[in-house]
């Protein structure tokens, strides 16, 4: 098939939204379907530009949407080579307020600052296939404005990774609630199939859009990477485990505090975070870093011996990058959270390759001890087949 893909981040974006589509897209052409991208035009200046974040990815034209001037201005670095103290300190009240206008905005707009780029693109209309991914939710909004505009005659799947009403994220009141329900009733009626990544949120979105719901599935993000089964390792320190966790931790969906604790009374433990989180963490045995390119993170990945993820405080989302690591020839400790436990447990359970423990202090060092003894038996891991985005591509497409 010929397959236009619409989405509003481009493949040199730091996120684990680009993530979820590299490993779609080389799923669609693994299967050898011929690819089209709509995207946004990537800007070297802006916030989350990630130039190690180029996979090697055989799409055939890639139609750029320009970038609003005024969406620019608002994701550009700033260079802070040379910074004018003083008028630095003259520009934080136009600061605050711009800070306020934005915050005015996202309580009045029903979709993402993304939206204002938005604007016509010709494509063809040659295609078999329209696929729209998100986040952010914008690029459904994209994709209705290339196919009404190009007179595209073929179906339309949108993949979901976050849902616009039930987001976790979402924080306003009664009126901008029913809007977003409005706006996303909307959106779903026109889609030919509705994937979504996560089982969880796929099964609430039924109960909520009835109408919708024969045309909702599921299938997880892919696993992009394949470390080679025959390289094992050893500790790189016997005295001291390290373990990596490398995503957000605001305390508003994750509880990073029972990690931070377990490794504080774990004596020949050491951790490496790199995310934006709210918490303070000062200990002497626990490495903070910011969100880091994903070379850096690959880097990081094979420096330390345990990788570690956290489940979500609430909602129905799962962290994508659950699945993403699946690849690497390491323990992965999946610490479980949240009213869904219980089916979190189960559903990663089946995978066979993580070990899942509570989040809790002394269940984080239980698995922790697990894990140190499959390094010592030199366990090889092998990605779980669902994960594998050439059975990823297929359910997406309704052939798995």
């Not at 684990?16 to 011929?34: D, Q, R, V």
């Not at 045995?285 to 993170?297: G, K, V």
Request: glycine share 4%.
């Amino acid at each position: 098939m010929e397959i236009l893909f619409v989405s509003m981040t481009p493949l040199m974006s730091n996120t684990s939204a680009n993530l979820s589509n590299i490993g779609c897209l080389k799923g669609l052409l693994e299967l050898g379907h011929i690819i089209d991208m709509v995207t946004l035009e990537p800007d070297a200046c802006g916030v989350g530009y990630d130039a190690s974040n180029q996979f090697i990815l055989n799409i055939r034209n890639t139609y750029y949407l320009p970038q609003n001037p005024i969406y620019k201005r608002m994701r550009t670095k700033k260079d802070v080579s040379s910074v004018n103290i003083e008028v630095e300190s003259k520009k934080r009240i136009v600061k605050n307020f711009g800070r306020w206008i934005r915050s005015l905005i996202n309580m009045l707009m029903v979709f993402d600052p993304q939206i204002i780029n938005v604007c016509k693109m010709k494509v063809g209309t040659h295609y078999d296939l329209v696929i729209s991914t998100s986040d952010p939710k914008s690029s459904h909004i994209l994709a209705e404005h290339v196919i009404k505009e190009n007179h595209l005659k073929c179906p339309w799947y949108q993949y979901w990774g976050d849902p616009m009403y039930d987001d976790i994220t979402n924080e306003c009141g009664i009126i901008k609630k029913t809007r977003l329900k409005h706006a996303e009733q909307n959106l779903l009626s026109m889609a030919d199939r509705i994937i979504y990544v996560s089982p969880l949120t796929c099964r609430k979105q039924k109960l909520l859009y009835p109408k919708e719901a024969v045309k909702m599935v599921h299938a997880v993000q892919a696993c992009i990477k394949e470390d080679e089964a025959s390289v094992s390792f050893m500790l790189k320190d016997e005295a001291k485990v390290t373990l990596g966790y490398f995503g957000d931790y605001n305390s508003k969906i994750r509880n990073i505090v029972p990690l931070v604790e377990a490794i504080k009374s774990f004596t020949m433990g050491k951790l490496i975070v790199a995310g934006c989180g709210d918490i303070p963490i000062r200990d002497q045995n626990i490495e903070i870093n910011p969100r880091l390119p994903y070379e850096r993170i690959e880097q990081l990945e094979k420096e330390v011996d345990i990788l570690v993820g956290i489940c979500n405080i609430k909602g129905t989302q799962i962290p994508a990058k659950f699945y993403y690591m699946a690849g690497t020839q390491k323990p992965i400790i999946i610490i479980i959270d949240g009213e869904n436990r219980e089916y979190l447990f189960k559903h990663f359970e089946r995978y066979k390759r993580y070990i899942i423990c509570e989040n809790q202090p002394n269940e984080i060092i239980k698995a922790i001890n697990d894990a140190v003894d499959q390094i010592r038996s030199k366990k090889i891991y092998t990605v779980p087949e669902e994960l594998k985005p050439i059975n990823v591509a297929e359910k997406i497409l309704g052939k798995h």
